[in-house]
């Protein structure tokens, strides 16, 4: 069964540190998909990253930046240089993908607070 | 533009009432989505659908129930509200060919 664990319920950090957010999936499909999600004070979802399972390649948007590793089964966000509008509940999701477009299936969420 | 709306935003209803929830995506996905969110307990899947007529049920869906008659509309009815369906309802479209979600922007239920 598929099962995202964010071990991070809150995180806080000062302005224009950097930060992590741990992700770790467990899933038996061999094609998957990983996904983030922001979600701001205001409520919305938005979403941040797809990745799929077979491009282990890191990414950098910005200040955000991903990091696949399939041997651990994580798939890490780190923010660099945080600012006060980073403050968000971010989530991260897993989709199977072999049999099929199924569902998200997310983790609890890391509520990160970043401090002026 | 295409987008994803619910309505009514917010809700107040009393335990034992039917409440629905609407959900509307003019994306012209085939895959709509319900969640709930609570603190605690991230997003968590509660019904879904893969087109007109189909119908799913995700991790917790007892109490709740969805049609789907057309491409765009997946209702959402709590059949008898209860205290417990307090949250935050999500609802969510994807493409044939694609998982990205898009969300709506939310319906915050109270049942008092």
Known sequence: AQKVTQAQTEISVVEKEDVTLDCVYETRDTTYYLF??????????VFLIRRNSFDEQNEISGRYSWNFQKSTSSFNFTITASQVVDSAVYFCALSEWSSGNTPLVFGKGTRLSVIA | ?????????????????????????????????????????????????????????????????????NTEDLPLTLESAASSQTSVYFCASSGL???????????????L
């Open chain 2, 97 to 111: 060919a694609s998982n990205e979600q898009f969300f709506g922007p939310g319906t915050r239920l109270t049942v």
């Open chain 1, 36 to 45: 983030w999600y922001k979600q701001p004070p205001s409520g919305e979802l």
């Open chain 2, 1 to 69: 533009d295409a987008e994803i709306t619910q309505s009514p935003r917010h809700k107040i209803t009393e335990t034992g009432r039917q409440v629905t929830l609407a959900c509307h995506q003019t994306w012209n996905h085939n895959n709509m989505f319900w969640y709930r969110q609570d603190l605690g307990h991230g997003l968590r899947l509660i019904h879904y659908s893969y087109g007109v007529q189909d119908t799913n049920k995700g991790e917790v869906s007892d109490g709740y129930s969805v049609s789907r008659s």
